[in-house]
């Protein structure tokens, strides 16, 4: 029987979708340790780690990547956006005060500029008038700004082709414009101090170099200039969240989903509110993710593995019916899905083959033999009476996690903990939470006598 093709009634509840990101580890009490690696196991069901995962619109609403990529996606609609709006107040300031012929000209040069090139060459011109003192104080005060926008548009240009280079495993290329870029909008700072969005652009460009905090101090002062642009909000709560600061972080996604109705925004202040023990609260912002964004896989998964890990059962299976109905292309719930139904304790949601088949088709949909994956594989065999090959994979598994530097030694005892169970021919369950919305810990695993 294929994943795709079973029926409600041949498995109670189908819980399938497809996705390459990594998975949850089990021991759920971790989810109170802080932030988790992003390379966590398959039967940790608790909010994804997150990496920085900002929003990374630019200041001028630019798109914004999804589940934390760290790209900078600036599109065409969003370039002619910003400048529109520069170009409209560098045309308003030629009208109020008295700005030299040639600035007027250089303007002008901004309503075609597309390129790099074109920027560098506005910025070069605005340079060189900023160093003539015989200049009036009005051409300086306008060459600055006009140099500041071409700098931040210069900067853009820069983050969206390492965003690029990135994709293509150009790393060292794709850093070096990263570095450009946040050159490129610290100018664009210097000679634009109020202007918000420069200030956000910069803070975007030091969070993706790592300077979180410093990221912080310039997110800080685009709200003091935008208290409503909703983005710096979301921006410094992933900031936050990434330096384990979950308080602060879910008072950010609070403000930002008070500016906007945005289903990432309820996701980042899910993860929050789950690693801060609020879980009534954060199942609510899963599932009103997943509302939003119906169609959005990740986030369908993301409130299933929720719900998994605080024993919600029924709630999961449903959330990964959801997800798989979404994208069956989505390699994290097939193999979520695959643990959940060769480990649940409910018997109503077990059916060993296609935990099997769920498990298989996540490793093909991967090409990756991960400690998760392989788990997951193991788990399906032992509870089909396959414990010669259970044992195998989850050997293969403790190899794999051992030579992983973000194991931790809990990780490797309960990798262990199932290999010797697996060799002595028991099969793993989950164990069901004993206070209602308590995530499950870690523990020995029972025998299943009803395969």
């Known amino acids: 029987m294929s994943l795709e093709s ?14 390459f990101r990594t998975m949850w580890h089990l021991g759920c009490s971790l989810l109170m340790l802080g932030i988790l690696a992003s390379a966590a196991s398959a039967q940790a069901f608790q909010p994804r780690a997150k990496s920085a995962s900002l929003s990374e619109r630019h200041a001028d609403d630019g798109t914004k990547s999804q589940d934390g990529a760290k790209s900078q996606q600036v599109g065409a609609a969003t370039q002619r956006l910003i400048a529109s709006q520069s170009q409209q107040q560098l045309s308003a300031t030629t009208r109020t005060i008295a700005v030299s012929t040639d600035l007027q000209q250089i303007y002008q040069r901004t309503v075609s500029a597309t390129t790099e090139d074109d920027f560098s060459l506005i910025a070069r011109s605005c340079v060189e008038i900023i160093g003539q003192q015989q200049r009036s104080q009005a051409d300086h005060d306008y060459a600055s700004s006009l140099l500041a926008w071409a700098m931040n548009r210069r900067g853009e240009i820069r983050s969206q082709r390492a965003a690029e280079l990135a994709e293509k495993g150009q790393i060292n290329q794709s850093q070096q414009l990263s570095t450009l870029a946040a050159d490129d909008f610290l100018v664009a700072v210097r000679h634009g101090p109020n202007n918000w969005r420069h200030r956000h652009n910069h803070a975007i ?14 997110l800080n002062k685009t709200i003091e200039l935008n208290p409503s642009y909703a983005n710096a909000y979301f921006n410094r709560a992933e900031l936050r969240f990434e330096l384990q600061d979950f308080e602060a972080a879910e008072q950010d996604y609070t403000a930002a989903i008070e500016q906007s109705q945005d289903a990432q925004f309820y996701n980042g202040r899910a993860h929050c ?3 801060l023990g ?6 609510q912002d899963y599932q009103r993710s997943s509302q939003l964004e119906t169609d959005n896989a990740a986030f369908l998964t993301d409130w299933g593995d929720a719900c998994q890990c605080l024993g919600k059962w029924d709630q999961a299976n449903q959330a990964y019916r959801a997800a798989v109905a979404a994208d069956k292309n989505y390699a994290r719930a097939y193999q ?24 298989q088709k996540s490793l093909d949909l991967t090409g990756q ?13 032992a509870a089909m009476g396959r414990f010669e090959k259970a044992a195998e994979l989850q050997a293969e598994a403790v190899q794999e996690a051992e030579a992983r530097s973000d194991t931790t030694t809990a990780d490797t005892l309960e990798y262990r903990q199932r290999l010797n169970l697996y060799r002595q021919g028991q ?11 308590q995530p499950q810990q870690i523990a020995s695993a029972p025998m299943d006598t009803t395969p």
């Open 369 to 381: 033999r991960s400690v998760e994956i392989l788990e997951t594989l193991a788990a399906a065999n």
């Open 336 to 359: 979520n899905v695959g643990w959940l139904m060769a480990t649940c304790p409910d018997k109503r949601l077990r059916n060993h083959e296609l935990a099997l088949s769920a498990a």
């Open 278 to 283: 609020k879980h009534d609260q954060a199942l």
């Open 273 to 275: 509110r789950f690693l």
């Open 205 to 218: 460009a030091l969070a993706m170099r790592g300077d979180y905090r410093t990221a912080i101090a310039q």
């Open 427 to 437: 099969v793993y369950l989950q164990t069901q939470p004993t206070e209602p919305n």
């Open 6 to 19: 079973a029926s409600l009634e041949s498995v109670y509840f189908l819980l399938l979708q497809g996705w």
